[in-house]
């Protein structure tokens, strides 16, 4: 858990975060951010905590920055703004009317925050998060799956184009591409994959075989097809 400033910064002026996980001696799969105890202890009052909060960005950009290419997973903090209408409380003058009813528009608001939520932090690089009611798990789900559905098809056309040309820089559409936009590519349909978004099979029309998609490693895989 990531709940502290001093995770974040060490009395030496370090970042300590490298070194927090290799204390756990390999133990260590996963860091996830604990949003309020970490502004909490910054003196952040309530109303001003989340995910939104400079303080929070700050800490996330650090701990991404930190921890790429340990392999550890990385986990967004909690959203406590719930996609639900609160219950409407019976009038006095017409108790049978609205009670127990919920309200669409604030629902519908609540719906709409929770999935831009999900797609910033998926653009942001982070795939992973906490869900703290039974009703963000369809908004979730819902967001992933746009998300990943919404940029298959270009993001299969340029891997594609990429894969065919062993990492020559490549132009497709108004977008230059290198091996450093390949990884990233790659790194789409692997994390697609793992949330249910896509199928194997349709990243396959990338041009990439199984093994190479496996690997998660995209100068690997052009390394061995210059070989060859």
């Keep these: 858990m ?9 009395e030496d002026g370090r970042v300590p975060l490298r070194a927090l996980v290799a204390a756990a001696g390999g133990r260590c799969r996963g860091v996830h951010f604990g949003v309020y105890d970490y502004t909490a202890a910054l003196g952040v009052a309530a109303a001003d905590q989340g995910l939104g909060h ?4 700050f800490a996330r950009q650090v701990a991404q920055v930190a921890l790429a290419g340990s392999g ?5 903090g909690a959203v406590t703004r719930l996609p639900i209408a609160p219950t409407a409380r019976p009038k006095r003058r017409r108790a049978h009317t609205g009670a127990g009813r919920s309200e669409p528009r604030g629902g519908a608001r609540r719906v709409a925050h929770a999935l831009r ?4 932090a998926l653009r942001e690089g982070w795939a992973q998060g906490w869900d703290l009611h039974p009703a963000q798990l369809p908004t979730r789900h819902a967001a992933v ?5 919404e940029g298959r098809d270009e993001a299969t056309a340029r891997l594609r184009a990429l894969v065919e040309r062993a990492a020559r820089v490549c132009v497709h559409g108004d977008a230059m591409d290198d091996a450093a ?16 978004a896509l199928t194997e099979s349709e990243a396959l029309a990338t041009g990439l075989t199984l093994e190479e998609l496996r690997s998660r490693d995209f ?4 390394g061995a097809r210059t070989r060859h």
């Design 54 to 57: 400079p303080a929070a960005v």
């Design 117 to 120: 939520g999900g797609a910033a």
């Design 72 to 76: 550890v997973t990385l986990s967004d």
């Design 181 to 196: 936009t390949g990884q990233g590519l790659l790194n789409f349909f692997v994390r697609g994959i793992a949330s249910g």
């Design 2 to 10: 990531l709940e502290t400033p001093q995770a974040i910064l060490g």
């Design 219 to 222: 100068t690997r895989i052009v």
């Design 145 to 149: 799956i746009a998300h990943y559905l």
